[in-house]
């Protein structure tokens, strides 16, 4: 599996870093809402075919928490941060000191973990943009994020397929996230989803040829 056919070395170097440089600012972040020290860490960066997403994050029957954002600004595109269900509930137990709080109240995300979420993604989102724009000096912005929790493929396949129409990349960043009294951690995804014109953009203010 050539999850990063068509892209250069220096390319993934420099998505590489680009993520650890927001996964060290988010966890700043983090940590000021939480008030506990968190570490973050970027395992890997790999941009990864559409028809792979889906494998990459457990397949169409994973039940998922996906927080999409839009970017605006300069270089469109979309956003999807992915945790499993239990990974959410422990995010928003952190932040809320809840020991007891489960994600699904009546089959539906309640008030409290939507609101907690969306602060998560919100930081995320935020603190990967900020280093992709300082970067490339592109200014990009994210949408106030939207909450699902569902399938995978409830959640990605009609968002997949549309952008599939128009670019055939995903840039993957997983995620891990470890506060000093959970040794396991979380691991999350958060995939970028460029609109066309904007990866060459991106990559054109790097200064490096899209393709090898």
Do not use: C, W
Request: no cysteine.
């Amino acid at each position: 599996m050539d999850f990063n056919a068509g892209f250069s070395i220096v390319q993934m170097d420099v998505l590489r870093e680009i993520g650890n440089i927001g996964s060290g600012n988010a966890a700043t972040s983090m940590s000021k809402l939480i008030n506990k020290k968190i570490d973050m860490q970027v395992p890997s960066v790999n941009v990864v075919a559409f028809d792979e997403v889906m494998e990459m994050i457990g397949g169409p029957d994973k039940l998922i928490v996906a927080l999409y954002i839009r970017i605006q600004g300069e270089a469109p595109g979309s956003v999807y941060f992915i945790l499993t269900k239990e990974e959410a509930e422990f995010l928003v137990r952190q932040i809320t000191d809840d020991t007891e709080f489960k994600l699904l109240d009546d089959k539906a995300p309640n008030d409290i973990a939507i609101s907690a979420l969306h602060e998560i993604g919100n930081i995320l989102a935020g603190s990967y943009l900020s280093a992709l724009s300082d970067f490339t000096g592109i200014n990009m912005q994210p949408s106030v994020p939207s909450l699902s929790v569902d399938m995978a493929g409830a959640i990605l396949t009609v968002g997949l397929l549309e952008l599939s129409h128009v670019t055939d990349y995903a840039i993957v960043i997983d995620t891990k996230i470890n506060d000093q009294s959970d040794s396991s951690g979380i691991h999350g995804q958060f995939l970028l989803l460029p609109d066309p014109e904007s990866f060459s953009k991106i990559f054109s203010n790097l200064g490096i040829n899209e393709h090898e």
